[in-house]
């Protein structure tokens, strides 16, 4: 059981690592695709998605998992979906506006279900071997900037929004 809820937990944040990077990686050509600006303002656009993609994260992790402690299953799978949700809007997205909303709900849903993924493996594991668990779960983020990037600026040249889309149905695999 230990060795099952390990694979799963770190397949599972491979590949909401591997969205993270990629949308990360297209970020700013997304952003100066949809709203034509200058080197300059591109970067002050992704700044403002950053940070509202790390105030979803947040937002997520102190008012929501530290104030009301919910079962890491409950936190997976409210945080999953609304990652989900912010891949679809960032694939549909015309504006930058939208993209920044996408990026906060995206925030929101990883800073909801990657702790939970953290706290069932170690909830789901024998004490002995908790390290080891967790050291594979923690690989996976190594994992997902690897192909991340790589599958993000790929798909990108294809079609802007492939990237999300492919993201969204990545999250919709982890979920399951």
């Known amino acids: 059981w230990a060795v099952c809820c390990t694979v799963v937990a770190t397949e599972t944040s491979t590949l909401t690592f591997i ?30 998605a950053m940070v509202a ?5 947040l937002v997520a992790q102190v008012g929501i998992v530290q104030a009301l402690q919910p079962a890491p299953r409950t936190l997976f799978m409210a945080g999953l979906p609304l990652a989900a949700v912010g891949f679809l809007i960032l694939m549909t997205s015309s504006e ?11 925030g929101l849903g990883y800073g909801l279900s990657n702790p939970a993924v953290s706290a069932a493996v170690s909830l789901a594991v024998d004490e002995r071997v908790q390290g080891t668990a967790a050291g594979y779960v923690s690989s996976s983020y190594a994992g997902g900037f690897i192909i991340g990037p790589l599958l993000g600026t790929g798909l990108y040249r294809i079609d802007p929004h492939i990237t999300f889309g ?3 149905a990545l999250v919709a695999t982890a979920f399951m």
């Open 96 to 106: 930058v506006w939208q993209v920044v909303v996408g990026y906060a709900l995206m």
């Open 166 to 168: 492919v993201c969204a």
């Open 19 to 48: 969205t993270i990077g990629a949308t990360q990686q297209t970020a700013a050509f997304y952003i100066q695709d949809l709203s034509g600006a200058d080197a300059a303002g591109t970067m002050r656009q992704v700044s403002v």
């Open 53 to 57: 993609m790390a105030t979803g994260i």
